[in-house]
């Protein structure tokens, strides 16, 4: 016999034996007791964080992700585990709308506890026990789903998924698409330019100095101290970029697109979990082509200004591709990604600058700073200051470049692009050996 109730604080032994021991003389007559056991089932909508444990242990049960947030239960889900990882397949996550029921379920048992049970009296009044009970399983065709959807009491359900929304968009998932708003609105006002100085800010904030700690990279240290070779390294790779430039703008084009794509790839498939390199290319060439080819007439200016003149740019119906095929690759990883990702529809009228400003510092160096943070098993508290020498040297690094512009590059906006390429050249090569020796040890 087991007492199950859903509530912040533990019960009692005393309370739960009571409760117990009047269920089991009403039911069952004389009884005798051979073993107690007790203990608390994590209900919670959240990932529980587990470093890896080496290539031939598997995480199961609640550290697996199988415990259903709004039952407490996960023996099926992890049988179903099992079954895959014994037949060499991944386990299949199940869609995310039902993470969302749960997160909904969650909300209402928090705020309104006495709610609990009319709502589940209503489901088995209404709908026969084994389909509710497929649908708690998260195996029910979508024609009944909506069916018992139907059945719950819509106010409350109405007003706790307002409330997760309106949660999520403080959480820095969201970020992109609540910045990407805010400067619409701003360029609607005729505000152009307070939206590209808070994007200016955010760059020399949080932009720059999630690349800035490079040299702690090699060690994966966050007290290594700073080596007169890491600098001279740094230094020589980023001429070696500019010297591409140089020698042919179209080259060095190719070159940092070639790279960025695989960067920006890289650090959004590691922020979910993925190793897999050909999503990192598609995702990175995905994103560039939705970044870029909305504004062509930016562009070819920018491309004019790096001495390029006339490129080649691909069909009108690519960009379209691009888009869908990013939406689609967040929808697969939940509904919560998607509605996050739904900010690269908006970049489209924003200016080229700003859209590319939007992705770099609100998207991509957040995750990247994550990634950098769990790395180091620590916090920004800790690892920004190590950032601010070689961000100011970064932006003493970006005045050399404007007072001495070799390249005749003819503005400022293809000057940026050429000095981004070159800072971000030793970057790119530092943290993908930094994800390598990651991987190397979650492998060994």
């Known amino acids: 016999?087991?007492?199950?109730?859903?509530?912040?604080?533990?019960?009692?032994?005393?309370?739960?034996?009571?409760?117990?021991?009047?269920?089991?003389?009403?039911?069952?007559?004389?009884?005798?007791?051979?073993?107690?056991?007790?203990?608390?089932?994590?209900?919670?909508s959240a990932g529980i964080e587990n470093k890896?444990?080496?290539?031939?242990?598997?995480?199961?049960?609640?550290r697996a992700g199988n415990v259903k947030p709004s039952t407490g239960y996960s023996f099926l889900k992890s049988c179903k585990d099992a079954e895959q990882w014994a037949n060499d397949e991944m386990p299949v996550k199940a869609p995310g709308r039902f993470a969302f029921y749960d997160r909904l379920l969650l909300h209402i048992l928090?705020?309104?506890?006495?709610?609990?049970k009319p709502i589940f009296e209503r489901l088995f009044n209404k709908i026969p026990a084994k389909n509710v009970l497929d649908f708690l399983r998260e195996d029910v065709q979508a024609g009944y789903e909506a069916k018992i959807l139907g059945c719950l009491p819509k106010g409350i359900f109405i007003k706790a998924a307002l409330r997760d929304f309106a949660s999520k968009l403080v959480n820095p998932l969201f970020l992109p698409l609540v910045m990407a708003v805010l400067l619409l609105l701003l360029n609607s006002a005729g505000?152009?330019?307070?939206?590209?100085?808070?994007?200016?800010?955010?760059?020399?904030?949080?932009?720059?100095?999630?690349?800035?700690v490079d040299h702690l990279l090699e060690s994966g240290k966050l007290n290594s101290p700073v080596r007169a070779a890491f600098v001279v390294k740094y230094l020589s790779l980023t001429a070696a970029m500019a010297c591409i430039w140089w020698?042919?703008?179209e080259l060095g084009l190719l070159v940092f697109l070639a790279y960025s794509a695989w960067h920006f790839g890289e650090t959004e498939m590691k922020s979910t979990g993925s190793n897999n390199r050909w999503l990192f290319m598609l995702w990175g060439i995905c994103l560039l082509a939705v970044l870029l080819l909305f504004h062509?007439?930016?562009?070819?200016?920018?491309?004019?200004?790096?001495?390029?003149?006339?490129?080649?740019?691909?069909?009108?119906?690519?960009?379209?591709?691009?888009?869908?095929?990013?939406?689609?690759?967040?929808?697969?990883?939940?509904?919560?990604?998607?509605?996050?990702?739904?900010?690269?529809?908006?970049?489209?009228?924003?200016?080229?600058?700003?859209?590319?400003?939007?992705?770099?510092?609100?998207?991509?160096?957040?995750?990247?700073?994550?990634?950098?943070?769990?790395?180091?098993?620590?916090n920004w508290r800790k690892l920004y200051?190590?950032?601010?020498?070689?961000?100011?040297?970064?932006?003493?690094?970006?005045?050399?470049?404007?007072?001495?512009?070799?390249?005749?590059?003819?503005?400022?906006?293809?000057?940026?692009?050429?000095?981004?390429?070159?800072?971000?050249?030793?970057?790119?090569?530092?943290?993908?050996?930094?994800?390598?020796?990651?991987?190397?040890?979650?492998?060994?």
């Open 385 to 444: 200051p190590k950032a601010i020498p070689f961000t100011l040297g970064a932006m003493l690094l970006g005045i050399v470049f404007y007072l001495f512009n070799v390249w005749q590059t003819g503005g400022l906006f293809g000057l940026f692009f050429i000095f981004l390429s070159c800072l971000s050249f030793p970057h790119i090569l530092a943290m993908s050996g930094f994800y390598r020796r990651q991987n190397a040890q979650i492998s060994g």
């Open 296 to 378: 062509t007439f930016e562009l070819q200016q920018i491309f004019a200004e790096m001495g390029l003149r006339n490129v080649l740019l691909p069909h009108e119906s690519v960009k379209f591709m691009a888009l869908l095929l990013l939406l689609f690759m967040s929808f697969t990883r939940g509904f919560g990604y998607l509605l996050a990702s739904l900010y690269l529809i908006l970049t489209i009228e924003l200016p080229l600058m700003q859209a590319f400003g939007l992705f770099f510092i609100f998207d991509h160096s957040i995750k990247s700073s994550k990634q950098l943070l769990l790395g180091f098993n620590s």
């Open 247 to 249: 020698l042919s703008a």
């Open 110 to 116: 928090n705020t309104s506890p006495a709610m609990g």
């Open 52 to 62: 890896s444990i080496g290539k031939n242990w598997i995480h199961t049960g609640a």
């Open 1 to 44: 016999m087991e007492c199950t109730r859903f509530g912040k604080e533990k019960i009692g032994q005393a309370e739960a034996e009571h409760v117990l021991e009047q269920y089991v003389k009403s039911r069952c007559g004389a009884y005798t007791i051979t073993e107690t056991e007790m203990g608390v089932i994590p209900m919670c």
């Open 191 to 212: 505000l152009q330019t307070l939206g590209s100085v808070i994007l200016l800010v955010g760059l020399l904030l949080l932009g720059i100095p999630h690349g800035a």
